[in-house]
Structure formats: structure tokens, C-alpha cells
């Protein structure tokens, strides 16, 4: 529970070495594991980590004959004998956010900058965010040792950017954690549609940086959208685990708590009169859903004009492609089809088995069957989930 807090303290004592903080973390664990049990609890268990940890800090300086200005302010300070003083209250916010930045710093690929968010900031091992995205334990174990390399190669500061950049680099920020709560909510591969660990890990992130920064109007953006999301995922899935499709779902089994939280969220994201980013946005195109009382009901001629928006604030064929949707359910399929083959023209979404699944439905809605039939088996054939596979394969089966 306070991971982050501890190595994002450790990662300043020790002068933004992350790789030394998390393994004196470890270590003053390990210790506190043989002794708590023998010699009881101490009153502040977290200030006796840090201590520890710190201690076990300048044994390594000492024992790499380290003799600079780090390693003296390192020992003279060591005076607290063990009680925790060494905990500064007034410090842990910056730490926390310090450590989310610099995990998501820009030097790290996009993979590596997830995988090192989850395992610093969200104090995921190894083994559970290989589960989670599907890659076997040495690939992630690679991808954070490389990412570690890289900080200390690129002499990445531990520190909470400057207000002139902190606008940039937050939008890196948000980013990893709303690739993290995507692939949560949908899996692009394996035999689970929802990821509820891993998009709640999400939310959870996105919530601690509504904390650090509670000015930012994009952030609470991102937690509405999560928190909307995420309302309906009682009713996503069926008692085996089948996809269940948004217009076949049972609304009851919403999770009304889950959509007032995110109302709220995407309130304060409004308040901050700046306008919705991207993710406010997208919240606002979720909110239509959740509180529709159906999809007739659903007020699609705002969901278009809301997706016209963010392809002008953040373009991508993903984008268009939703767009398409919801012009097919407010206008009609044909008018939607010519904005997707606009799509195929001009191969925007190549092998991604998004695109064959959106034209092969609007061919049906249009009586085009043998066309529809060849976009879904094309569809069904690029699909990584078995979840959404199954859905697919069983519209052909319905032809």
C-alpha cells in the first residue's frame, strides 16, 4: 500500500537512483520480516522502513567506496537511530508524483514506461503484469531493468517538472495510465474480455494524481472516463465469460455508484472552463451512454457532434471509426459506410480488425450479406481476443 511513497522517498535520499531505492526497499522488507514477527510491530512501521532501507542505502555507497558529496550528506544526516523522523510529510506528495513522472518519462519506449509505472508506482510485480498484458515474466522483467538503464543513462532528474513543462509531460502521464486502463477494459488478446485488476489499477493512479495535481482538468477527465467505463462492467460479460454487446446488456446491472463518481470527475473536469481535452471528452461520449435508458434512447446526435470534437483535438482513425458508429445509429448506415470506406481508401487502420468488424455489420444493417459475411470472417481472422472472436463468429453463423 505504500510502495510508491517509500521508493519515491528512497529515490530522493538517494539522489534519483530508482534502481538502488527499490533495492533497498526490498531489503529493509526482508528485515522487517524476520524481526517484526519477533521483536513486534513498530509504532510507525513506515518511517522504520525508510530508515532501514536508507541505512542499507549508505552500506552500499561505502561498499562501492563511493566518497562524494551523495555519500557524506547521506551519512551525516543518518542520525535518527532507527525511530522514523526520517518520514517529511511535506515531502511524500512530491515524491509520489516525482516517481510517475519519471516512470513515464519520454526517453522510455511506450511499453517500457507502462511496465515501470505499474511496477514502481503501482507496486505490481513482474510476474502479475506479464498476467496482465500477456507477455511472458522475462520480457517484462527486460523491459524495466532496460527502462531503469535508460533514466540513469539519460540522467533523468528526480524531480516534479517545472510548471512550464509539467503541462507537456503530464500529457505522457496520463497517456500510460489510460493505455493501462484500455487494455483493462478490452484485452486486445487472450481468453479474458476485462482485465478488472489491471483497470483498476488504473483508476487507482489516476486517482493519487488527482491528488498531487488537483488543478488539472484533464486528469479528472480520464477518471470520469475510467469510472463511466468501467460502470458497465458487471454487464459486459456473461457467467462464462461471452462478450456481451452493449445493446444486449441488462442496464440494471450498471454500476450506479461507479457512474455518479465519474459524473462528478467529468463535473470538475467542466468547471475548470478551459474546455474538455481528449479524455474529458471521451468521458462525455460515455456519459451519454450511461445515463441512456437504452440505445434508442441514447442521445446519438450529441455523441457525433461530441466525436467531431475530439478528432479535432486529438485525430486518429479510431476516432473516425467511432464517429462512423455513432452517424450510423443518428443517420443511418449508409451515410456511416462511405466515412469507413473513406477508412479503407486510405488504409488508416491496417490489420487492426476493428475496421472489417464495423463494415461488416453496417453491410448487414444494409441487406449486403454476401459483402458482410467476407468483412466479418476478415474481422474474425485479425482478432486477438477469443472473446470478441466468438461474437463475431457467431454473427456469421447467423447469416
Known sequence: MESARIVGALTRYAGGDLELAEDVAQEALAEALEKWPRDGEPDNPVGWLLATARRRAIDTFRRRSVRDEKYALLAEEDTDGGDGHLWDPDRIDDDVLALMFVACHPVLSPEARVALTLRTVGGLSSEEIARAF???????????????????????PFEVPPPADRKERLGGVLSVLYVIFTEGSTATSGDVLVRKDLAYEALRLARTLAALLPGEPEVFGLIALGELTASRFPARTGPDGEAILLEQQDR?????????????????????????????????????????????????????LLYEALGRVAPSPVVELNRAVAVAMASGPAEALALVDELVATDRLPGSYLLPSVRGELLLRLGRRDEARGELELAARLCGNERERRVLLRKLEDQ
Open 134 to 156: 500477456l507477455v511472458p515474466v522475462p520480457t517484462v522483467q527486460a523491459r524495466i531493468t532496460r527502462a531503469k538503464k535508460t533514466i540513469a543513462a539519460a540522467r533523468v
Open 252 to 304: 440494471r446491472r450498471w454500476d450506479r455508484t461507479a457512474i455518479r463518481r465519474g459524473l462528478a470527475a467529468l463535473g470538475q473536469a467542466t468547471a475548470a472552463g478551459r474546455g474538455l481535452g481528449p479524455y474529458g471528452l471521451q468521458a462525455a461520449i460515455a456519459a451519454c451512454h450511461a445515463t441512456a435508458a437504452s440505445v434508442a434512447a441514447t442521445d446519438w446526435e450529441r455523441i457525433v
